[in-house]
């Protein structure tokens, strides 16, 4: 029992979006972990985790791999060695650095309606991955990851990968971090490539300037998407593709959309709580088939969340994107070309 | 880890029913569960319940939501705010007040083949809920809960709530109960509408009385099914639905059922256990379709539980139910007009 | 929470095998489990356990029953008293009794690249089984178990049982076992038949002797597999089956397979760690359908456990499987007549 630690999130509360009726909802994202770290002496030692993540309002799982299967330990599943003075490797599903990192930088920190625009190749954790996190040196540290895809080889391919593969979408996948976080300042750096992506990619940069109660972030981010990621297609790809009941394929014959976005942000510490901010920019442009097109979306959020205590917190969260169409608005996965959302709730750590 | 609870029930026996094996098969539901409460202060407290459910001879999961999803936390999944002078809200999936509250007037607290007959339209635990609990005051409480339906916005109507809109069958979910336990006597009463049941509802009143070592019970219970729960169609009302190979939609065609129901039950404290005693009579009405007609159902349980500590217990069930006929039964998941039921088993609580 | 002990095992690590990519794959089977004992006095104990099994690479769970459903509690289920006089009774999921005690005779017990061939009959635990448990008595010890198939009665006949029935593969389970242990010198037999496996049967003898730092070891097992076990068709056995995209119904119309093998196993403390070695040789004859033949197979495996910690290790583990030819290497999921195999990784128990 001793060489067991349990904790977890719950979270929930009520969301109004564009397009949907008055739904429960989280903000940060609900979970149940398991972890633990052996002293194997020599300043050596050994760690797991395993973390469940789930929809507090009905119970359900969240996750589900390519190939179908209900993800039971969608947060985290890992064991590793960690050295004092050569850092830490992981092996097994673990958080991906890129989302890991960045998501530092949006003041909503890529939870509930405020989040920010979350690129269609970002995916928070990976599987079958081997990770290396560097020892911090006066702020310095760096990071790095190695994915396998699925297997592709012809006497046994994996059921999915079969598609996969003839869609020429199958590739390891790639991880590097850059950062840098001491006194005032907080710079990071990352380039990553997931595994089955069809060599999609994903870099960004992020920068943070704390004064007094206040910190200041400003984040790009730019994503190569070429319809595919941890060995699926993506919707605004597939042909006669269906998001609840609603054909999305206005993308079909696309081959690859490019998004660049900008992010500006701002949590101020102010009463018992903090207020967040933040304004975006993404364009996306399509390249290949008949609807080749530069989109603009803009995002607007702010929010303030109270503390009961360390662990407990009532929020409330407002945002607005301005899609430049329809069409644009549903590869994100809204319904209108104006979109707000509403949201209020509590949060409890544990 | 302090903050967590970690608690559960083990249970599993052998049980013999009419038109079945042997079958090994639970008593009290078999769930693990992990909660905490956080002192936040001024007589306030954070709370929290995740709860799996599951079958103990397979190690499978139980329960699955419309949508066909399988629940990790069939049994609770919530978090919430107490406070010792107005009481208790909690927010996710949570016990529905009706099935909750009116149990505790059944002797076999509605388990195992002594249950009380269960109405097409209990459900014990609900989904996307705000429930209030009062404090207790000399004996007086009262609940309240408020459960969003799914989905229904034209732009992004959940998949499965279409069939469910269709049928005119998309309502939010309520429920009131009002108590009383002091002394001697015990009184509850209820009225509730699941959601996305096409206006169905329940409601019931429950009455006991404490003597010595004995306990005598009184429910009336009355249920008007309009064939949909939860936004699932009950399949006594599907077109050729199927039940274990064997068609069972000899009610095809009818609107609704209304089932009035009556449980008389004795609990005494005998020797190191106690013994449990109860009979019941239901008259189910059918309207619409070719098949109008009432039937009534009878049910006399007896049996033993043995306790072995406070934590672990042996038992033996029996049970005979009497049916119209088979068409009835089939509804209530039995296949013989006169049915009966015996199970032994072991029970522990951790 | 003092009712309740966590424990588990993480493991992970790169294989390398024939006709495969390098994939991430576990030696020692990843779990995460809840036991309990409570002391009900008089020598009388009331047991349970619960346990997780997943893929630690991709975060899914492992186990499916044959009616399809996922196993939250794969590697254990079940409740159980215990006597210090008497030995110990449970009830539920539990291990098999051929797999638990014969895997201690192979040096590498059933884990990894390096595994004793598994017999189509084998299966590691079991279903709505009662397992009784002797007491030892100066090494002497014995074990029972009898575990219900599905549900056949034709009122009520489980959806998966119609064909399992069809195919006349429908008998209840058992098990016994003989086993001694003490100073030098440990023996086993055991004959055991899985429920809902047309009568098919295992039975084994397993001796290891102990001297200075080295044991060695020698199994006998016989498999009499009829194409069924646990109410699923053997993939042997179907028509037109499918595995990872490569028919494999090459003994389509054999009725029975006949498998005879022997494992000669040594185990090494040698350094930090623990040399294992084995040489087996497994004879399969196939009788019914045109394929009737006798078919050998070969395999050779050594590998090496490095300890870290009492319960952390590293270890390499490498062996060769010599088939007669591709025809038999697809009944053992494999797909060349001559497989390898390698693999490296790092186990931690918790």
Do not use: C
């Not at 052996?38 to 469940?52: N, P, Q, V, W």
């Not at 080749?292 to 303030?304: F, N, P």
């Amino acid at each position: 029992q001793s060489n067991v630690t349990i904790y977890g999130i719950v979270d929930t509360g009520f969301i109004k979006k564009s397009g949907h009726d008055v739904e429960m909802g989280e903000n940060v994202n609900n979970r149940l972990g398991f972890r633990g770290v052996e002293d194997l002496g020599s300043g050596m030692k050994a760690t797991f985790e395993l973390e469940h993540r789930f929809d507090l309002n009905n119970g359900t799982q969240k996750g589900k791999t390519a190939a179908g299967k209900d993800r039971e330990f969608d947060g985290a599943a890992n064991v590793g060695l960690k050295g004092d003075a050569w850092g830490a490797v992981r092996l097994g599903r673990v958080n991906e650095l890129t989302t890991e990192t960045i998501r530092k930088f949006d003041p909503f920190y890529q939870y509930g309606v405020g989040a920010m625009l979350e690129g269609n190749q970002r995916s928070p954790r990976i599987d079958n991955t081997i990770r290396y996190d560097s020892p911090n040196w006066s702020g310095f540290h760096f990071g790095a990851s190695y994915s396998l895809g699925g297997n592709t080889d012809s006497e046994s391919i994996d059921g999915y990968m079969v598609d996969v593969k003839d869609a020429g979408a199958d590739n390891d996948g790639y991880g590097i971090m850059l950062g840098y976080d001491n006194g005032p300042l907080a710079l990071v750096g990352n380039w990553s490539r997931l595994a089955d992506s069809k060599d999609s990619s994903v870099w960004n940069l992020g920068a943070a300037y704390r004064f007094g109660p206040a910190k200041v972030e400003l984040v790009y981010q730019q994503t190569k998407d070429k319809g595919w990621a941890n060995g699926e297609q993506a919707d605004w790809q597939k042909v006669g593709s269906w998001n609840n009941g609603r054909v999305v394929n206005e993308y079909q014959g696309v081959d690859e959309l490019k998004e660049k976005q900008w992010l500006l942000g701002l949590e101020w510490k102010l009463g018992p709580g903090r207020l967040n901010a933040s304004a975006q920019w993404m364009e996306v442009e399509a390249s290949g088939g008949q609807h080749v097109s530069d989109k603009d979306i803009y995002k607007y959020a702010i929010g303030y969340t109270y503390d009961l205590s360390k662990r407990t917190a009532i929020y409330g969260n407002v945002a607005y994107t301005d899609y430049d169409d329809k069409e644009v608005a549903a590869v994100y996965g809204d319904t209108d070309d104006g979109t707000y959302g509403v949201q209020v709730g509590i949060t409890h750590k544990f």
